[in-house]
């Protein structure tokens, strides 16, 4: 029997309500566990993501050096043009960064609380040839 049964990712913020509203309309998902100081989200893919209330929480400084980059997350989608129109739509902001290294195609934004996330495009599935 597994010891750890799920997993959740948990991301400080002053205003965890208000964080919760921009992650559910961004994975379209419907409304968790929820207390005076967590709210929490699940996607319809299982996805779990909680908002803890810190009211000294600051965000991370990244892509600037003076703050680490602490975590972020990665979604994968198959516009990124669209999934761009739909963050910032929401309140996410761009985030300056140098084009990534790699055969993927990927968009770095900070959510309203100042967390950083990247969109990746989702590398197409096409058969082998030969």
């Not at 050096?65 to 997350?73: F, K, R, T």
């Not at 129109?85 to 934004?109: C, F, M, N, Q, W």
């Amino acid at each position: 029997m597994a010891l750890v049964n799920a997993a959740v990712v948990v991301l400080d913020c002053a205003e965890p309500e208000k964080l919760a509203v921009f992650y559910r309309e961004l994975l379209d998902g419907q409304d968790g566990e929820a207390s005076a100081n967590l709210v929490e989200i699940r996607t319809p893919g299982g996805f779990r993501i909680a908002f803890r209330r810190d009211v000294n929480a600051t965000p991370p400084s990244w892509p600037r050096p003076e703050n680490s980059l602490q975590a972020h997350l990665d979604f994968l989608v198959e516009d990124l043009d669209e999934a761009e129109l739909r963050v910032v739509g929401l309140g996410g902001r761009p985030i300056e960064t140098k084009d990534a290294a790699g055969p993927y195609e990927e968009r770095g934004y900070a959510d309203p609380a100042g967390h950083s996330f990247t969109l990746r495009l989702v590398p197409p599935t096409a058969p082998k040839q030969g």
